[in-house]
Nanobody, 127 residues
Framework: QVQLVESGGGSVQAGGSLRLSCAVS??????????MGWFRQAPGKEREEVTTIDSDGSTSYADSVKGRFIISKDNAKNILYLQMNNLKPGDTAMYYCVAVAKNCWIPGLGGADFDYWGQGTQVTVSS
């Protein structure tokens, strides 16, 4: 059974940094194609795709985080990371690690297509 467990959330001041980790078990690094990433949801707002990384290492980012966030993965340790720099109050949200056995570049791939979700980790950025 696939499990995604996030950690690393917390409270920081604007301009600070956090690194989120997602420990992956029972999955899919053995699959030829997969997409992993991070979504976030703030109270009263829609869920937002933050960033994804494909099995070939290609990445994509929401415009709101480009240049500030970096997604990476350690295949040997089965851990997905999200390095968040220059955090802003608008980044405050619950962050979720996600995965699906498809390529990220498949047209129309959205949140509903991700089969596996972590429990979430809260990030709070104060001004």
């Amino acid at each position: 059974q696939v499990q995604l467990v996030e950690s690393g959330g917390g409270s920081v001041q604007a301009g600070g940094s956090l690194r989120l980790s997602c420990a992956v078990s029972g999955y899919t690094y053995t699959y030829s194609s997969y997409c992993m990433g991070w979504f976030r949801q703030a109270p009263g707002k829609e869920r937002e795709e933050v960033t994804t990384i494909d099995s070939d290492g290609s990445t994509s980012y929401a415009d709101s985080v480009k240049g500030r966030f970096i997604i990476s993965k350690d295949n040997a340790k089965n851990i997905l990371y999200l390095q968040m720099n220059n955090l802003k109050p608008g980044d405050t949200a619950m962050y979720y690690c996600v995965a699906v056995a498809k390529n990220c570049w498949i047209p129309g791939l959205g949140g509903a297509d991700f089969d596996y979700w972590g429990q979430g980790t809260q990030v709070t950025v104060s001004s």
